[in-house]
Structure formats: C-alpha cells, structure tokens
C-alpha cells in the first residue's frame, strides 16, 4: 500500500526558505510521478513541482520556476522527494501537498489532479509580507 507523509511546513516572511519533506513507500512500480500541489484558501489545488522516478525528469509551474527546486533520493523500497523553496512570497502562502501518479511526469502533469491516486496529509506553509 502506498503511504506518502509531508513534513517541514511552517512559518517565514517573504524572501525566506523552507524545504518540504514527503516520504514514500509501498511503490512497486518503476514509473511514477511524485509532484508537490498546494491549495490556498478558497482557491483550487494547483501543481506545483513534479519529478519521474524513473529518470528524474521534473516538470515545474511557472509561477515556481527559478525559485523552487524538487528533488527525489531513492533508497531501495523508499522514496524521499524534496521540495526547496527559495525566496518565497506570500502567494505561496497554502497547504502543500505530494501525490503519486503511475507514470513518468508529463508537461501537463501537474494540471491533472485527476491523474494522482495517492496524496499526502498536506502541510501548511505560512509566508509573511
């Protein structure tokens, strides 16, 4: 069964770093998509960061791009994907959360929730002005 925990949300102000946290098991299968979403109050879950298991081809949105990072460390039955995000804003201000499809990261990955079967709790980050 497949089982993904966040960790690492929290409170910065803007122009502040956080790295975000999700561990993964009880993949069997060599082609995923591991992706970090957010949801802000009142707005729609929104893809944020993604990467293939498989070749560690990531995707980004645009609003992220040049400022988050997403990284994945494969450990046997484990996988740790990362989220590095580097001066933040308070439009970053939601709940994060990393979710599972079964297959390598499209472009149009990360505008396709309906793809990712497998999602975390979710993890708060806050970012004062």
């Known amino acids: 069964q497949v089982q993904m925990v966040e960790s690492g949300g929290g409170s910065v102000q803007a122009g502040g770093s956080l790295r975000l946290t999700c561990e993964v098991s009880?993949?069997?299968?060599?082609?995923?998509?591991l992706a970090w979403f957010r949801q802000a109050p009142g707005k729609e879950r929104e893809g944020v960061a993604g990467?293939?298991?498989?070749?560690?081809?990531?995707?980004?949105a645009d609003s992220v791009k040049g400022r988050f990072t997403i990284t994945l460390i494969q450990d046997n039955a484990k996988n740790t994907v990362y989220l590095q995000m580097n001066g933040l804003k308070p439009e970053d201000t939601a709940t994060y959360y990393c979710?599972?499809?079964?297959?390598?990261?499209?472009?149009?990955?990360?505008?396709?929730?309906?793809?990712?079967?497998?999602w975390g709790q979710g993890t708060q980050v806050t970012v004062s002005s």
């Open positions: 979710a599972k499809d079964a297959g390598s990261c499209l472009a149009r990955s990360l505008s396709k929730l309906e793809w990712f079967g497998y």
């Open positions: 009880g993949i069997t299968y060599s082609h995923n998509c």
């Open positions: 990467i293939s298991t498989n070749d560690g081809r990531t995707v980004y």
